[in-house]
């Protein structure tokens, strides 16, 4: 009789497993191929070119990458069972020292100054956590706040004296960094920028979307595009990272195991402040060519917010990464025509998710969905163009947006945040 009972549940517990949806690689394939399609038609519709246009892809991908680089120092961290709030103030550090040492030395030595003062922050918020058991997001915040106050009083000393006064530094700015190196494919660049002129239908604007990603591609930009894919081969193909992720996921059987919790701990959020000084030393010397106060924006939180999206995984990480990215590239091209298109599109999936919801029999969500639906179908009607106020908004109302509508499908690792003490496993 035990052995039915027990068997009976388990038989209904096996079809809802296996019901979950799985994105493998036909299926990602095929959500991009719609997107896309629905983005062409949208231009189409509305005549607003900038919406695939290579300028906007190419800023959007440049506006990505300290985002990505920022939720990738999260998820190292995190992956390891040490939740970093502080990742601003160590974008902070990078761009702060990135400059520092860029405008003397070259783009190159300040991009390892950058990576080496994020990762002193992450050195610091180690420390406290890992060592001396600081709560996680009192140190982060502690962290962000001393990273702010420290780089102000240097750029008054380093920033407003001697050569660098000369040179246009003032305490609120660097002297100008000598660009970095950029890549554009020849032949191919060109071909592309000629078949985007002609605005075909989805053909113009995967020539658009192609040739954002082929010229003027920065050379830091294609080894953050590299640091993606090997973090997914370190932490889910390797040793190494199967230790570190136990370490986020079970320390204390991780140590009675025989692995030094502490050590690839310690690893993971150093290595975390060295990516997160990497994004700020990218901001500070890839679009703005010098540091300024309050670069970063809050950046390291919208990374966070990335991370979360992508449910600490590199890929989705990427794409939360790159829907900012473009939100924050619209603001930076005057992007008001552009961003009322795409109410456009925001209204189509919002009819899509009302159906999808009203055939999963979630009569409230449907309904809730046709009625935004229609709100922003009149929005689009009414005007011609969203206020310059309100287009500099959509980095930070996509990622509130985005987090709400990921909240249900998230699993972080099971020990991220909490404490543990050296010697419990044993």
Not at 271 to 287: E, K, Q, R, T, Y
Not at 290 to 311: S, V
Not at 371 to 380: H, T
Request: net charge positive.
């Amino acid at each position: 009789m035990s052995a039915t009972t027990t068997a009976a549940p388990a038989a209904k517990t096996a079809p809802a497993k296996a019901s979950r949806t799985k994105l493998s690689t036909p299926v990602i394939l095929l959500i991009v191929a719609g997107a896309l399609i629905a983005v062409a038609a949208v231009r189409a519709i509305t005549g607003a070119r900038d919406v695939t246009s290579s300028g906007q892809i190419g800023g959007a991908l440049q506006m990505a990458v300290p985002v990505g680089l920022a939720g990738l120092a999260g998820l190292w961290s995190e992956r390891a069972g040490v939740v970093n709030i502080g990742l601003e103030g160590m974008m902070i550090l990078g761009s702060f020292f990135g400059a520092w040492a860029g405008w003397q030395h070259g783009p190159w030595i300040g991009l390892l100054a950058g990576v080496i003062g994020g990762a002193l922050g992450g050195l610091v918020h180690a420390i406290a956590t890992v060592t001396f058991g600081v709560d996680h997001i009192v140190s982060g915040v502690a962290l962000t706040l001393l990273a702010q106050g420290a780089t102000e009083y240097l750029a008054k000393i380093w920033f407003n004296t001697g050569k660098a006064a000369t040179l246009g530094g003032n305490p609120k700015q660097s002297p100008p960094i000598n660009s970095v190196p950029s890549i554009t494919v020849p032949g191919l660049s060109p071909w592309l920028a000629h078949v985007e002129a002609h605005h075909w239908f989805l053909v113009s604007d995967l020539a658009g979307v192609l040739g954002g990603l082929v010229t003027n591609l920065s050379v830091f930009t294609v080894i953050a595009a590299l640091l993606f894919g090997a973090t997914y081969w370190v932490l889910w193909r390797t040793p190494f990272g199967l230790r570190l992720r136990s370490c986020g996921e079970a320390p204390v059987a991780a140590e009675s195991l025989g692995v030094d919790v502490y050590r690839y701990k310690y690893a993971a959020v150093i290595l975390s402040g060295g990516l997160a000084g990497f994004g700020g030393a990218f901001l500070a010397m890839v679009p703005a060519h010098a540091y300024n106060e309050g670069q970063t924006g809050g950046r390291g939180y919208i990374g966070l917010a990335a991370m979360i999206f992508g449910n600490w995984r590199p890929g989705g990480l990427a794409m939360g990464a790159g829907l900012f990215g473009y939100t924050d590239s619209l603001q930076l091209r005057n992007g008001g025509p552009a961003a009322h298109a795409l109410l456009l599109l925001l209204v189509l999936l919002l009819v899509l998710m009302a159906v999808w919801k009203f055939s999963r029999k979630s009569y409230r969500q449907a309904v809730l969905s046709a009625v935004f639906a229609a709100l922003l179908l009149l929005w689009f009607l009414m005007t011609d163009t969203i206020p310059s106020e309100f287009v500099s908004a959509t980095p930070y109302v996509a990622t509130l947006l985005v987090l709400a509508l990921s909240a249900q499908r998230l699993r972080m690792p099971k020990a991220d945040g909490k404490p543990y003490r050296k010697g419990q496993g044993k």
